[in-house]
């Protein structure tokens, strides 16, 4: 990854320089589903009628969310009402609907709890409260990313070096108090799902890990792609993987 120019360093930085409580949300929910449902939450803020709605008996709300009969529309609708109803009730009803929700309002519930846990903390708490969230969600106060690392000059890995890779990763990003969820080494690339605490410095934190393996044959590019929104799929690392090499034979 290129530092880009410092992309990263301003991430890091608006977070170091932040004195409050961070919300992370943990679950994976597509991007553009976070959006869609910022912007329903708050059409349904702006609706003069919402107010009577929340003032009817939680209950019955709860009943319908529950009741098999319900559209999968009119479930959304009473999650975003709870959510913005900045109720105790309505709270630890979106709490425990999320042990086990509906698969097809499975992220809505979700979304719906975490608004409801800012909203109630910034009534009960002075300290100031940041919402955080990416297509791979997180944990506490780490973020989940995605990283791809190619082969250097696309060579296949030897043993030796597949070895240290899985000896180098785990140890180096281990005492940055990084947790390793997936590593996985194919014939040219190597694969990395982790979560990093926030105020962490990724890229130096990669770029370490990396320089400490290439001490063993400079087998690892320096340069890699690395996300939060979503792991690529096999094709895509596929599709990059033919590229450099159609690059590295056009400029030879």
């Not at 949300?25 to 349904?44: C, D, G, H, I, T």
Request: glycine letters at 2%.
């Amino acid at each position: 990854m290129k530092e880009n120019n410092d992309v990263f360093k301003k991430f890091r930085d608006s977070f170091s320089k932040f004195d409050g409580h961070l919300h992370i949300l943990e679950q994976r929910v597509p991007v553009e589903r976070q959006m869609e449902y910022f912007k329903y939450s708050e059409n349904l803020r702006k609706d003069p009628s919402t107010s009577d709605v929340l003032n009817t008996d939680i209950q019955i709300l709860e009943e319908k969310l529950y009741d098999p009969q319900s559209t999968p529309e009119y479930k959304k609708y009473i999650l975003s009402l709870f959510a913005i109803s900045r109720q105790v009730r309505a709270y630890r009803i979106l709490e425990e609907y999320a042990q086990e929700p509906d698969a097809d309002v499975a992220d809505w519930t979700y979304m719906a709890l975490m608004e409801s846990r800012i909203a109630l903390e910034s009534e009960l708490s002075d300290e100031k409260q940041i919402y955080i969230s990416t297509g791979l969600g997180g944990k506490k106060e780490k973020l989940r990313f995605y990283v791809l690392v190619l082969a250097n000059e696309l060579k296949p890995f030897q043993e030796y070096q597949k070895k240290v890779i899985e000896r180098e990763f785990p140890y180096s990003l281990e005492k940055a108090d990084c947790e390793i969820e997936r590593l996985t080494i194919g014939e040219k690339y190597m694969e990395l799902v982790f979560l990093i605490p926030v105020r962490a410095n990724i890229k130096q934190t990669l770029d370490r890990v990396i320089n400490e393996c290439n001490q063993y044959g400079n087998f690892l590019s320096s340069v890699f792609t690395i996300t939060n929104v979503k792991e690529l799929s096999t094709e895509e690392v596929e599709e990059i993987i033919k590229k450099n090499e159609r690059n590295s034979q056009a400029s030879h």
